[in-house]
């Protein structure tokens, strides 16, 4: 079945250290990745998004990504993490016309400072 | 603030009830998505629609239904409500539907069933 994975559910570290978090799908042709935040009690906010082109894709807030399609992977990364990054990350992936997307579960973040 | 509003922000039921939440997207934005969030399932795609027409389902119940108005804004339906459809219920929007689009989220209705 098509599904897209994220590999921690829950990562704990501390301000400054660097932030690698997981995404792995499960689809063939082409597809759209996208990386979404939400902040405690807020909604969805798009981090950074893949369509084509350089694989290495660089978002908001110092965040960045790396689409490597022979391994259907996704990861993203952030050198330094502040408190403010506390947050709920999720991995989504597009592989239809309509446009529909495929979330992964989520992983909890949390910065200490 | 992504453009796409929501109402209401809280709702509290009953079971066996029927709720309506409505969704108003970014301006321009012809298409509509509506997602459920809960514990257990995570992030759920439930319907699009485009231009006032459903163009995609996902795992929506049959007790849950949702139109496009030709105003562009849209409404979930639930009816006989359980405590499982406890969620939170968000609405996205993009210009239109297709690969290369980015889908901007409202702030979500969350919905108690008691």
């Known amino acids: 079945a098509q599904s897209v994975s994220q590999h921690n559910h829950h990562v704990i570290l501390s301000e400054a250290a660097s932030l690698e978090l997981g995404c792995n799908y499960s689809?063939?042709?082409?597809?759209?990745l996208f990386w979404y935040v939400q902040y405690p009690g807020q909604h969805l906010q798009l981090l950074l998004k893949?369509?084509?082109?350089?694989?290495l894709v660089k978002g908001i807030k110092g965040f960045e990504a790396e689409f490597i399609k022979s391994k259907f992977s996704f990861n993203l990364r952030k050198p330094s993490v502040q408190w403010s990054d506390t947050a709920e990350y999720f991995c989504?992936?597009?592989?239809?016309?309509?446009?529909?997307?495929?979330f992964g579960a989520g992983t909890q973040v949390v910065v200490t400072p | 603030d992504s453009g796409v509003t929501q109402t209401p922000k809280h709702l509290i039921t009953a079971t066996g009830q029927r709720v309506t939440l409505r969704c108003s997207p970014r301006?321009?934005?012809?298409?509509v998505y509506w997602y459920q969030q809960s514990l257990d399932q995570g992030l759920q795609f439930l319907i699009q629609?485009?231009?006032?027409?459903?163009?995609a389902k996902g795992n929506i119940l049959e007790r849950f239904s949702a139109q496009q108005f030709p105003d562009l804004h849209s409404e979930l339906n639930l009816s006989s409500l359980e405590l499982g459809d406890s969620a939170l219920y968000f609405c996205?929007?993009?210009?239109?539907?297709?690969?290369?689009?980015?889908?901007?989220f409202g702030p979500g209705t969350r919905l108690l069933v008691l």
């Open positions: 989504a992936v597009n592989a239809n016309s309509w446009g529909k997307l495929q």
């Open positions: 629609y485009y231009n006032g027409e459903e163009r």
């Open positions: 301006s321009g934005d012809l298409s």
């Open positions: 689809y063939g042709g082409t597809v759209n």
């Open positions: 996205a929007s993009s210009p239109r539907p297709g690969l290369q689009e980015t889908q901007y």
């Open positions: 893949y369509f084509s082109g350089d694989p």
